[in-house]
């Protein structure tokens, strides 16, 4: 099915929070979409720099749509981090369902500007656009100084661009694969009471189980997923090759791996998608 709606913010107003994972190939696609239909929730198939290194987001949205239209749930495929205009362009012209500007790392003026400007190419097409205020460092390259979202330039991103989806540093990390940090909700909650677009969670790999039930009461409406199935279908081939050590065969190789990957999956769409009791 396809993603026509705004599924995110409709989500943020209902307690409920959407999942997009990042994939690098037919395989966890699937299974990430299997267990959405299982989770009778929407998803998003995102695409991050290195899936998008090895082949061009043409190729990745024939792909991911044609993958999504035959869903029972609304499958989104979303353009992840990405500083260049052309390329959001493209991604856009391809038949991405969102794209994400990230100008973080620009000055305010500028991160704003440009944000409106790619906003303005993506609602001609009605496609969503995410952006960034405040920066998530990555750990696997050694990043540990946290810049949280200032509530204030929140407030101007929201009055001054037609940003859909806005993603916020709050404790947040990328690529956590052993430990798990804190969300910092008081941040949070400053950011929500001066700008009410629906908020989006990069690194949610290393965010506690518990702290997503309180989130899913805030206005965070999308969470980003990457690490955690990596590690799941990673460490579960290594298994498969160690103790199938004539196993030649990446079908009959990938079959526990990708598995595992949608149970994970689902286990993350349901907690993230069920009603609060
Ligand atoms: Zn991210």
């Not at 081939?237 to 526990?256: H, I, Q, T």
Request: aromatic fraction near 6%; hydrophobic fraction near 40%.
């Amino acid at each position: 099915m396809k993603w026509e709606q705004d599924y995110v913010a409709q989500a943020a107003q209902r307690q409920r929070i959407v999942a997009g994972f990042n994939v690098f190939g037919y395989e966890d696609a699937q299974a990430v979409i299997r267990a959405a239909e299982r989770a009778d929730a929407p998803v998003l198939l995102m695409l991050n720099r290195d899936a998008r290194a090895v082949m061009a987001i043409e190729h990745w949205a024939a792909l991911l749509n044609s993958l999504a239209e035959s869903s029972r749930v609304p499958v989104g495929i979303h353009l992840d981090h990405c500083t260049e205009i052309k390329t959001i362009i493209r991604a856009i012209d391809a038949g991405f369902t969102s794209v994400m500007f990230d100008g973080s790392h620009f000055p305010i003026t500028e991160n704003l500007k440009i944000t409106q400007e790619v906003a303005q190419h993506a609602h001609k097409k009605n496609i969503f656009l995410e952006a960034e205020l405040g920066t998530v460092p990555y750990s696997d390259i050694g990043e540990t100084e946290i810049n949280l979202t200032d509530p204030e330039e929140a407030r101007k991103m929201q009055e001054q661009t037609q940003v859909d989806w806005l993603a916020v540093s709050v404790g947040n990390i990328h690529r956590l694969a052993t430990r798990k940090v804190s969300i910092q909700f008081p941040v949070l909650q400053q950011i929500e009471d001066s700008c009410q677009l629906p908020l989006v969670i990069h690194g949610a790999s290393g965010v506690k189980d518990e702290e997503i039930s309180q989130l899913k009461k805030t206005r965070v409406g999308k969470m980003n997923f990457g690490t955690v199935l990596r590690k799941t279908f990673g460490d579960c081939l290594r298994s498969e090759m160690r103790e199938k050590p004539d196993e030649f065969d990446r079908l009959r190789l990938f079959r526990d791996p990708v598995a595992q990957v949608e149970e994970q999956a689902f286990h993350i769409i349901h907690m993230l998608w069920q009603e609060e009791k």
